[in-house]
């Protein structure tokens, strides 16, 4: 077979499929970023909130250190963004939308997700502003 016969053998197939390039790749790797139910437990704490990491301690009661890696996942994966205020750090949804895919999800599974609020044991500054009296 020439090399003039192999192109004009491929003309009716899709070059993506052929080299095996798939354009669904970053939706998979969406899914994947989200699938443990650690990362979707603290998604659904962050909401459209910006809490800090003590709230997410505070509500979840995890080691900072397992909090972290997966918040270093979300990050890493661009699922969520952060800022600095003083020493501590803010979390907030890069793009608010992923809430409304993981309700449709549980939906889906007939499944009803957890109203995940920030526990009254946070210490952070800002709790603590908000827990004295005016």
């Known amino acids: 077979m020439t ?3 192999y192109c004009s053998n491929l003309r009716g197939y899709n070059i993506f499929n052929i080299m095996n390039i798939s354009t669904i790749g970053p939706v998979s790797d969406l ?7 650690p990362r ?5 704490a ?3 909130e910006e809490p800090c990491v003590c709230h997410l301690e505070a509500t ?7 909090l972290s ?6 990050r890493k994966a661009g699922i969520l963004v952060t800022s600095r205020q003083g ?3 803010h979390y907030r949804l890069a793009d608010p939308r992923l809430l409304g895919l993981i309700r449709q999800a549980a939906e889906l599974q ?16 800002n709790c603590k502003k908000e827990k004295e009296p005016a």
Do not use: D, K, V
């Open 3 to 5: 090399y003039h016969t």
């Open 31 to 37: 899914f994947q970023a989200i699938g443990p139910a």
């Open 40 to 44: 979707l437990e603290i998604l659904l």
């Open 46 to 48: 962050i909401g459209e």
């Open 60 to 66: 979840f009661h995890w080691r900072q250190a397992y």
């Open 69 to 74: 890696q997966h918040l270093m996942a979300l």
């Open 87 to 89: 020493r501590n750090i």
């Open 110 to 125: 007939g499944e009803s997700l957890p109203e995940l609020a920030p526990s009254a044991s946070c210490t952070c500054p």
